[in-house]
């Protein structure tokens, strides 16, 4: 906040880029841990780390004296050390990154200057306790003849408590009645998406891919489900006029790698309904115009799920139609299998075997499995983090429990969407899907076309 106060936009969302890769350590040393010809370069890699983690210390403690008392010049130096803790970081990232065949996501927001493909842009917010804060690189950025890399900051005066309560009761009465609701909605748009669109024709806003990096509070939003219409018009949501993915650095790493190199359309292995109480989940994958192999009920086991795997290398996607477990540890967050929990370490951990390598899509139709809360951006992470880590460039995340007739609807709508030659790419099918379900007639009425049924689905990751 105080560097964006200063005009420092560009040092302000490097300080922001530089918290959120340490984020991404977690995961990327589970993953690597099982590398043994990597020893020596990860042992540098943790001692290199806690080096910019008290760097990372340092300055937040600045950062949270009060605007009185806070020394420039000592601001200044801290900004100057976290960056010369990080500079140490590179040369042993980059070494790591030769050795791995998944791309490191603690490098990615660094490169995405360079990288970003064109008709994207990158929103990457963060929420202080006085204000809301956007960086946005892409079209949304730019002016004629500026370069590609200029940063547009954007500050909107929405505290942390404020956007917190105001999400929280928005999810409550979406739940209930989406009327109540559309006030909030039409807040949370104001707040959140129209700023990084400040300047952009209509046109243009409905062409490019917005990539939004949440924080804190933000992370449980249903960004489909913000509302553009003004008070008094038919209401219409962000949905049906802008494409939104979510990414991170963990997903984003694998969208700046360059082309697309995992098929995302292919055959299906389906793990559903592990404990018999998800009566519509094995029909998810029913109408699915793609070869689906099902592990069902008491198959649907972590050793049968990799012995699939093995014996069909071809397989492209995996979808998990399972109950999800958010814990207070993210670690330990977890899909929950006939054979126990596949928590975020162990998904992790399975990139570094290379269990996952063909593995261009992971739906998690389950509760809960998208969002990762936290204070500062990266320090938690969700189960999408972990399967991005793994290898796995595109995810289907959910922010709450979906009715599992909408759940079977929408799937059955995004199989056929996304097996289309026509179809565009996977956000334009998830986008299809959605609002087939929203628009679905079923005895002269629309039984789902409130945002509880359709919104929570999230695309996060590679978009194409």
């Avoid at 009645?177 to 949370?188: K, Q």
């Avoid at 699939?308 to 958010?326: C, N, Y």
């Avoid at 290898?391 to 909408?406: F, K, N, S, Y």
Wanted: charged share 25%.
């Amino acid at each position: 906040g105080l560097l964006f106060e200063l005009g420092r936009h560009d040092e302000a969302a490097e300080v922001l880029d530089l918290q959120r890769a340490a984020g991404a350590f977690q995961l990327e040393l589970l993953r690597l841990s099982g590398r043994p010809d990597l020893a020596a370069d990860l042992a540098r890699l943790a001692d290199a780390r806690a080096k910019n983690e008290a760097a990372r210390e340092r300055l937040k403690a600045a950062y949270d004296q009060p605007r009185a008392t806070r020394a420039k010049h000592a601001v200044d130096a801290l900004v100057e050390d976290l960056k010369a803790s990080d500079a140490a970081l590179s040369p042993l990232l980059a070494s790591l990154e030769r050795s791995s065949s998944i791309p490191l996501a603690s490098k990615a927001l660094a490169r995405a200057r360079e990288r970003l493909p064109r008709g994207t842009a990158m929103v990457e917010y963060f929420v202080a306790a006085d204000a809301l804060y956007l960086f946005v690189l892409g079209p949304a950025a730019r002016a004629k003849g500026t370069p590609r890399t200029t940063l547009a900051a954007r500050k909107v005066k929405v505290g942390a408590a404020e956007l917190a309560r105001t999400i929280d009761r928005y999810r409550q009465l979406l739940a209930t009645d989406s009327a109540l609701a559309e006030p909030l909605g039409r807040d949370l748009y104001r707040w959140l998406l129209a700023p990084a669109m400040e300047g952009l024709d209509a046109e243009t806003r409905h062409s490019t891919t917005f990539l939004l990096l949440p924080h804190g509070p933000l992370a449980a939003v249903p960004f489909g489900a913000l509302v553009t219409s003004a008070p008094g018009a038919p209401t219409r949501y962000a949905l049906e006029d802008l494409r939104l993915a979510i990414t991170s650095a963990q997903s984003l790493a694998h969208l700046l790698a360059g082309p697309r190199t995992r098929a995302v359309v292919g055959p299906i292995l389906g793990l559903v309904d592990p404990d018999g109480t998800l009566s519509e989940a094995r029909a998810e994958l029913d109408e699915a115009p793609l070869p689906t192999t099902l592990l069902a009920g008491r198959d649907a086991t972590e050793a049968r799920m990799l012995g699939a795997l093995r014996a069909a290398p071809a397989t492209r996607i995996l979808h998990f139609a399972t109950h999800g477990r958010a814990a207070a540890d993210p670690l330990r967050s977890a899909l929950l299998l006939a054979s126990g929990p596949l928590e975020v370490r162990r998904v992790a951990t399975l990139g570094g075997t290379r269990a996952l390598d063909g593995i261009g899509l992971v739906v998690l139709s389950a509760c809960e499995t998208a969002p990762a809360l936290g204070d500062r951006p990266g320090e938690l992470l969700s189960l999408a983090d972990g399967f991005a880590v793994a290898g796995i460039p595109t995810l289907i995340g959910t922010l709450w429990e979906v009715d599992d007739r909408a759940t079977r609807l929408l799937f059955n709508r995004f199989y056929l969407a996304l097996a289309d030659p026509s179809r565009g790419d996977t956000l334009e099918a998830l986008r299809a899907a959605q609002l087939q379900v929203s628009r679905f007639e079923e005895g002269g009425r629309r039984p789902f076309a409130d945002p509880r049924y359709w919104s929570a689905f999230q695309l996060i990751g590679d978009f194409r």
